[in-house]
């Protein structure tokens, strides 16, 4: 199978959908020799900051010297991105063969997978065969009934931040999104969590019930910026940061509790790895800013991640004229990342993409009307990135990704 035909085969009508449960991918993945059962796994579930505490972990372990796989989810421009090795993309002829192989298996036991069961029992495959050290694996969009939570016995469950999102398919509450996340926690396992987690104790009485013990975060974590470089200050140590963000000393407190878990546990993980991880890091569409540019790209889609946006734009750019390029989906709350994002005088255009959720012009400024909204097309981007004032491309990482793909020149992307 080539590449296109796999992406094809991925994105058509059946697959392309969301169906939660594991009987699907367990009968596959049972078939495969359950090769995710035989890989050491970190496993990650959470609303915000799990793509962050993922590349970070992930990159640390690699410069520790371990082979460590790493899969997330969305991508931006190509569906490689998601799977990789020592922060390689897996190759698009390797793509096409495991999404074949594991197309191959549920077709012959009538098993009618989705495009994330694909590409999850595909990354299990991969990673086994390819014999990592250890694999970071993010969940998709819940926790208990996802995808990813075929795993019998990880190293560390580790949970992020829990706001509102997918409130559709997860809960109306806090509470009923915070238990969905901490299905990811196995019986006798071990546990990362933050104190100030909107869902802790609802996460903290799951892990008491399966016998699971929960380790908090270290509170002594700062960000800061100065010299033009963004800095972790942990244990009276300096750890220079390529992500900017106010918001990721949160997230950086989970990694610091897990290397030191793994630390604890047999892992040979030394500052020079830390301090290089850290510093080398590279997670698009993270308040990624783009200097040559005054460009900032981020994947806010959420009330709470346009609060973290907004709240880091005041702190690294105080006093700059803003302008905003976004779009967004149905299935998020945005008036309320309106309210939360836009100040009265701060341009926003608003741009359509394709995607089946995607929010119409139309759509958007009647619930939208009490900010100036102007709508453009992907031919108009380059101009206004011409422009003097900061710009802030948000909204959704399925606009990002179409959006790296109008630029003129997007090398320094």
């Known amino acids: 199978m080539k590449y296109e035909k796999a992406i094809e085969l991925l994105t058509s009508q059946a697959k392309f959908q969301i169906k939660p449960g594991l009987e699907r991918i367990g ?213 220079e940061f390529s992500l900017l963000g106010t918001y990721q000393n949160k997230n950086m407190a989970l990694v610091f509790a897990a290397v030191e878990f793994l630390q604890e546990n047999g892992f040979k993980i030394k500052s020079a790895g830390i301090k290089n991880g850290l510093k080398t890091l590279k997670w698009g569409a993270r308040l990624q800013f783009i200097k040559g540019k005054n460009l900032i790209i981020d994947g806010a889609h959420n009330p709470d991640a346009a609060f973290e946006l907004k709240k880091s734009l005041d702190y690294y750019f105080p006093g700059q004229k803003r302008t905003y390029i976004y779009s967004t989906l149905d299935t998020k709350n945005y008036t309320a990342i309106a309210k939360t994002l836009f100040r009265e005088n701060d341009i926003v255009y608003y741009i359509e993409f394709e995607h089946k959720n995607a929010v119409k012009f139309e759509e958007y400024v009647k619930k939208v009307n009490w900010i100036n909204v102007k709508k453009i097309d992907n031919t108009k981007i380059n101009d206004i990135l011409k422009e003097q004032s900061l710009k802030i491309v948000c909204g959704s990482l399925y606009m990002i990704g179409q959006f790296y793909n109008s630029l003129t020149n997007n090398n320094d992307i």
């Open 27 to 239: 009968q596959v993945l049972k078939l495969l020799d359950n090769p995710q059962n035989k890989i050491k796994i970190i496993h990650i579930a959470g609303t915000n900051g799990k793509g962050s505490v993922c590349s970070a972990l992930a990159n640390i372990l690699k410069c520790s010297g371990y082979k460590t796989g790493l899969y997330t989810s969305p991508h931006l421009i190509e569906y490689t991105e998601r799977i990789k090795i020592n922060s390689e993309d897996i190759t698009k002829d390797s793509f096409a063969n495991y999404t074949e192989q594991i197309c191959n298996i549920a077709d012959k036991n009538q098993i009618d997978l989705t495009e994330f069961e694909i590409l999850t029992a595909a990354a299990f495959k991969y990673f086994y065969d390819e014999k990592v050290d250890i694999a970071i694996i993010e969940t998709g969009m819940g926790g208990r009934f996802d995808a990813t939570n075929t795993e019998e016995n990880p190293i560390i469950s580790i949970i992020t931040s829990i706001s509102f999102d997918h409130t559709d398919r997860l809960g109306d509450t806090i509470e009923k999104i915070a238990f969905e996340k901490a299905g990811i926690i196995k019986p006798n396992s071990n546990v990362i969590i933050a104190k100030d987690n909107k869902g802790f104790e609802v996460i903290k009485n799951f892990a008491l019930r399966q016998n699971s013990k929960i380790t908090q975060t270290p509170e002594n974590i700062k960000t800061v910026f100065k010299d033009g470089k963004n800095y972790i200050l942990y244990r009276d140590d300096e750890y």
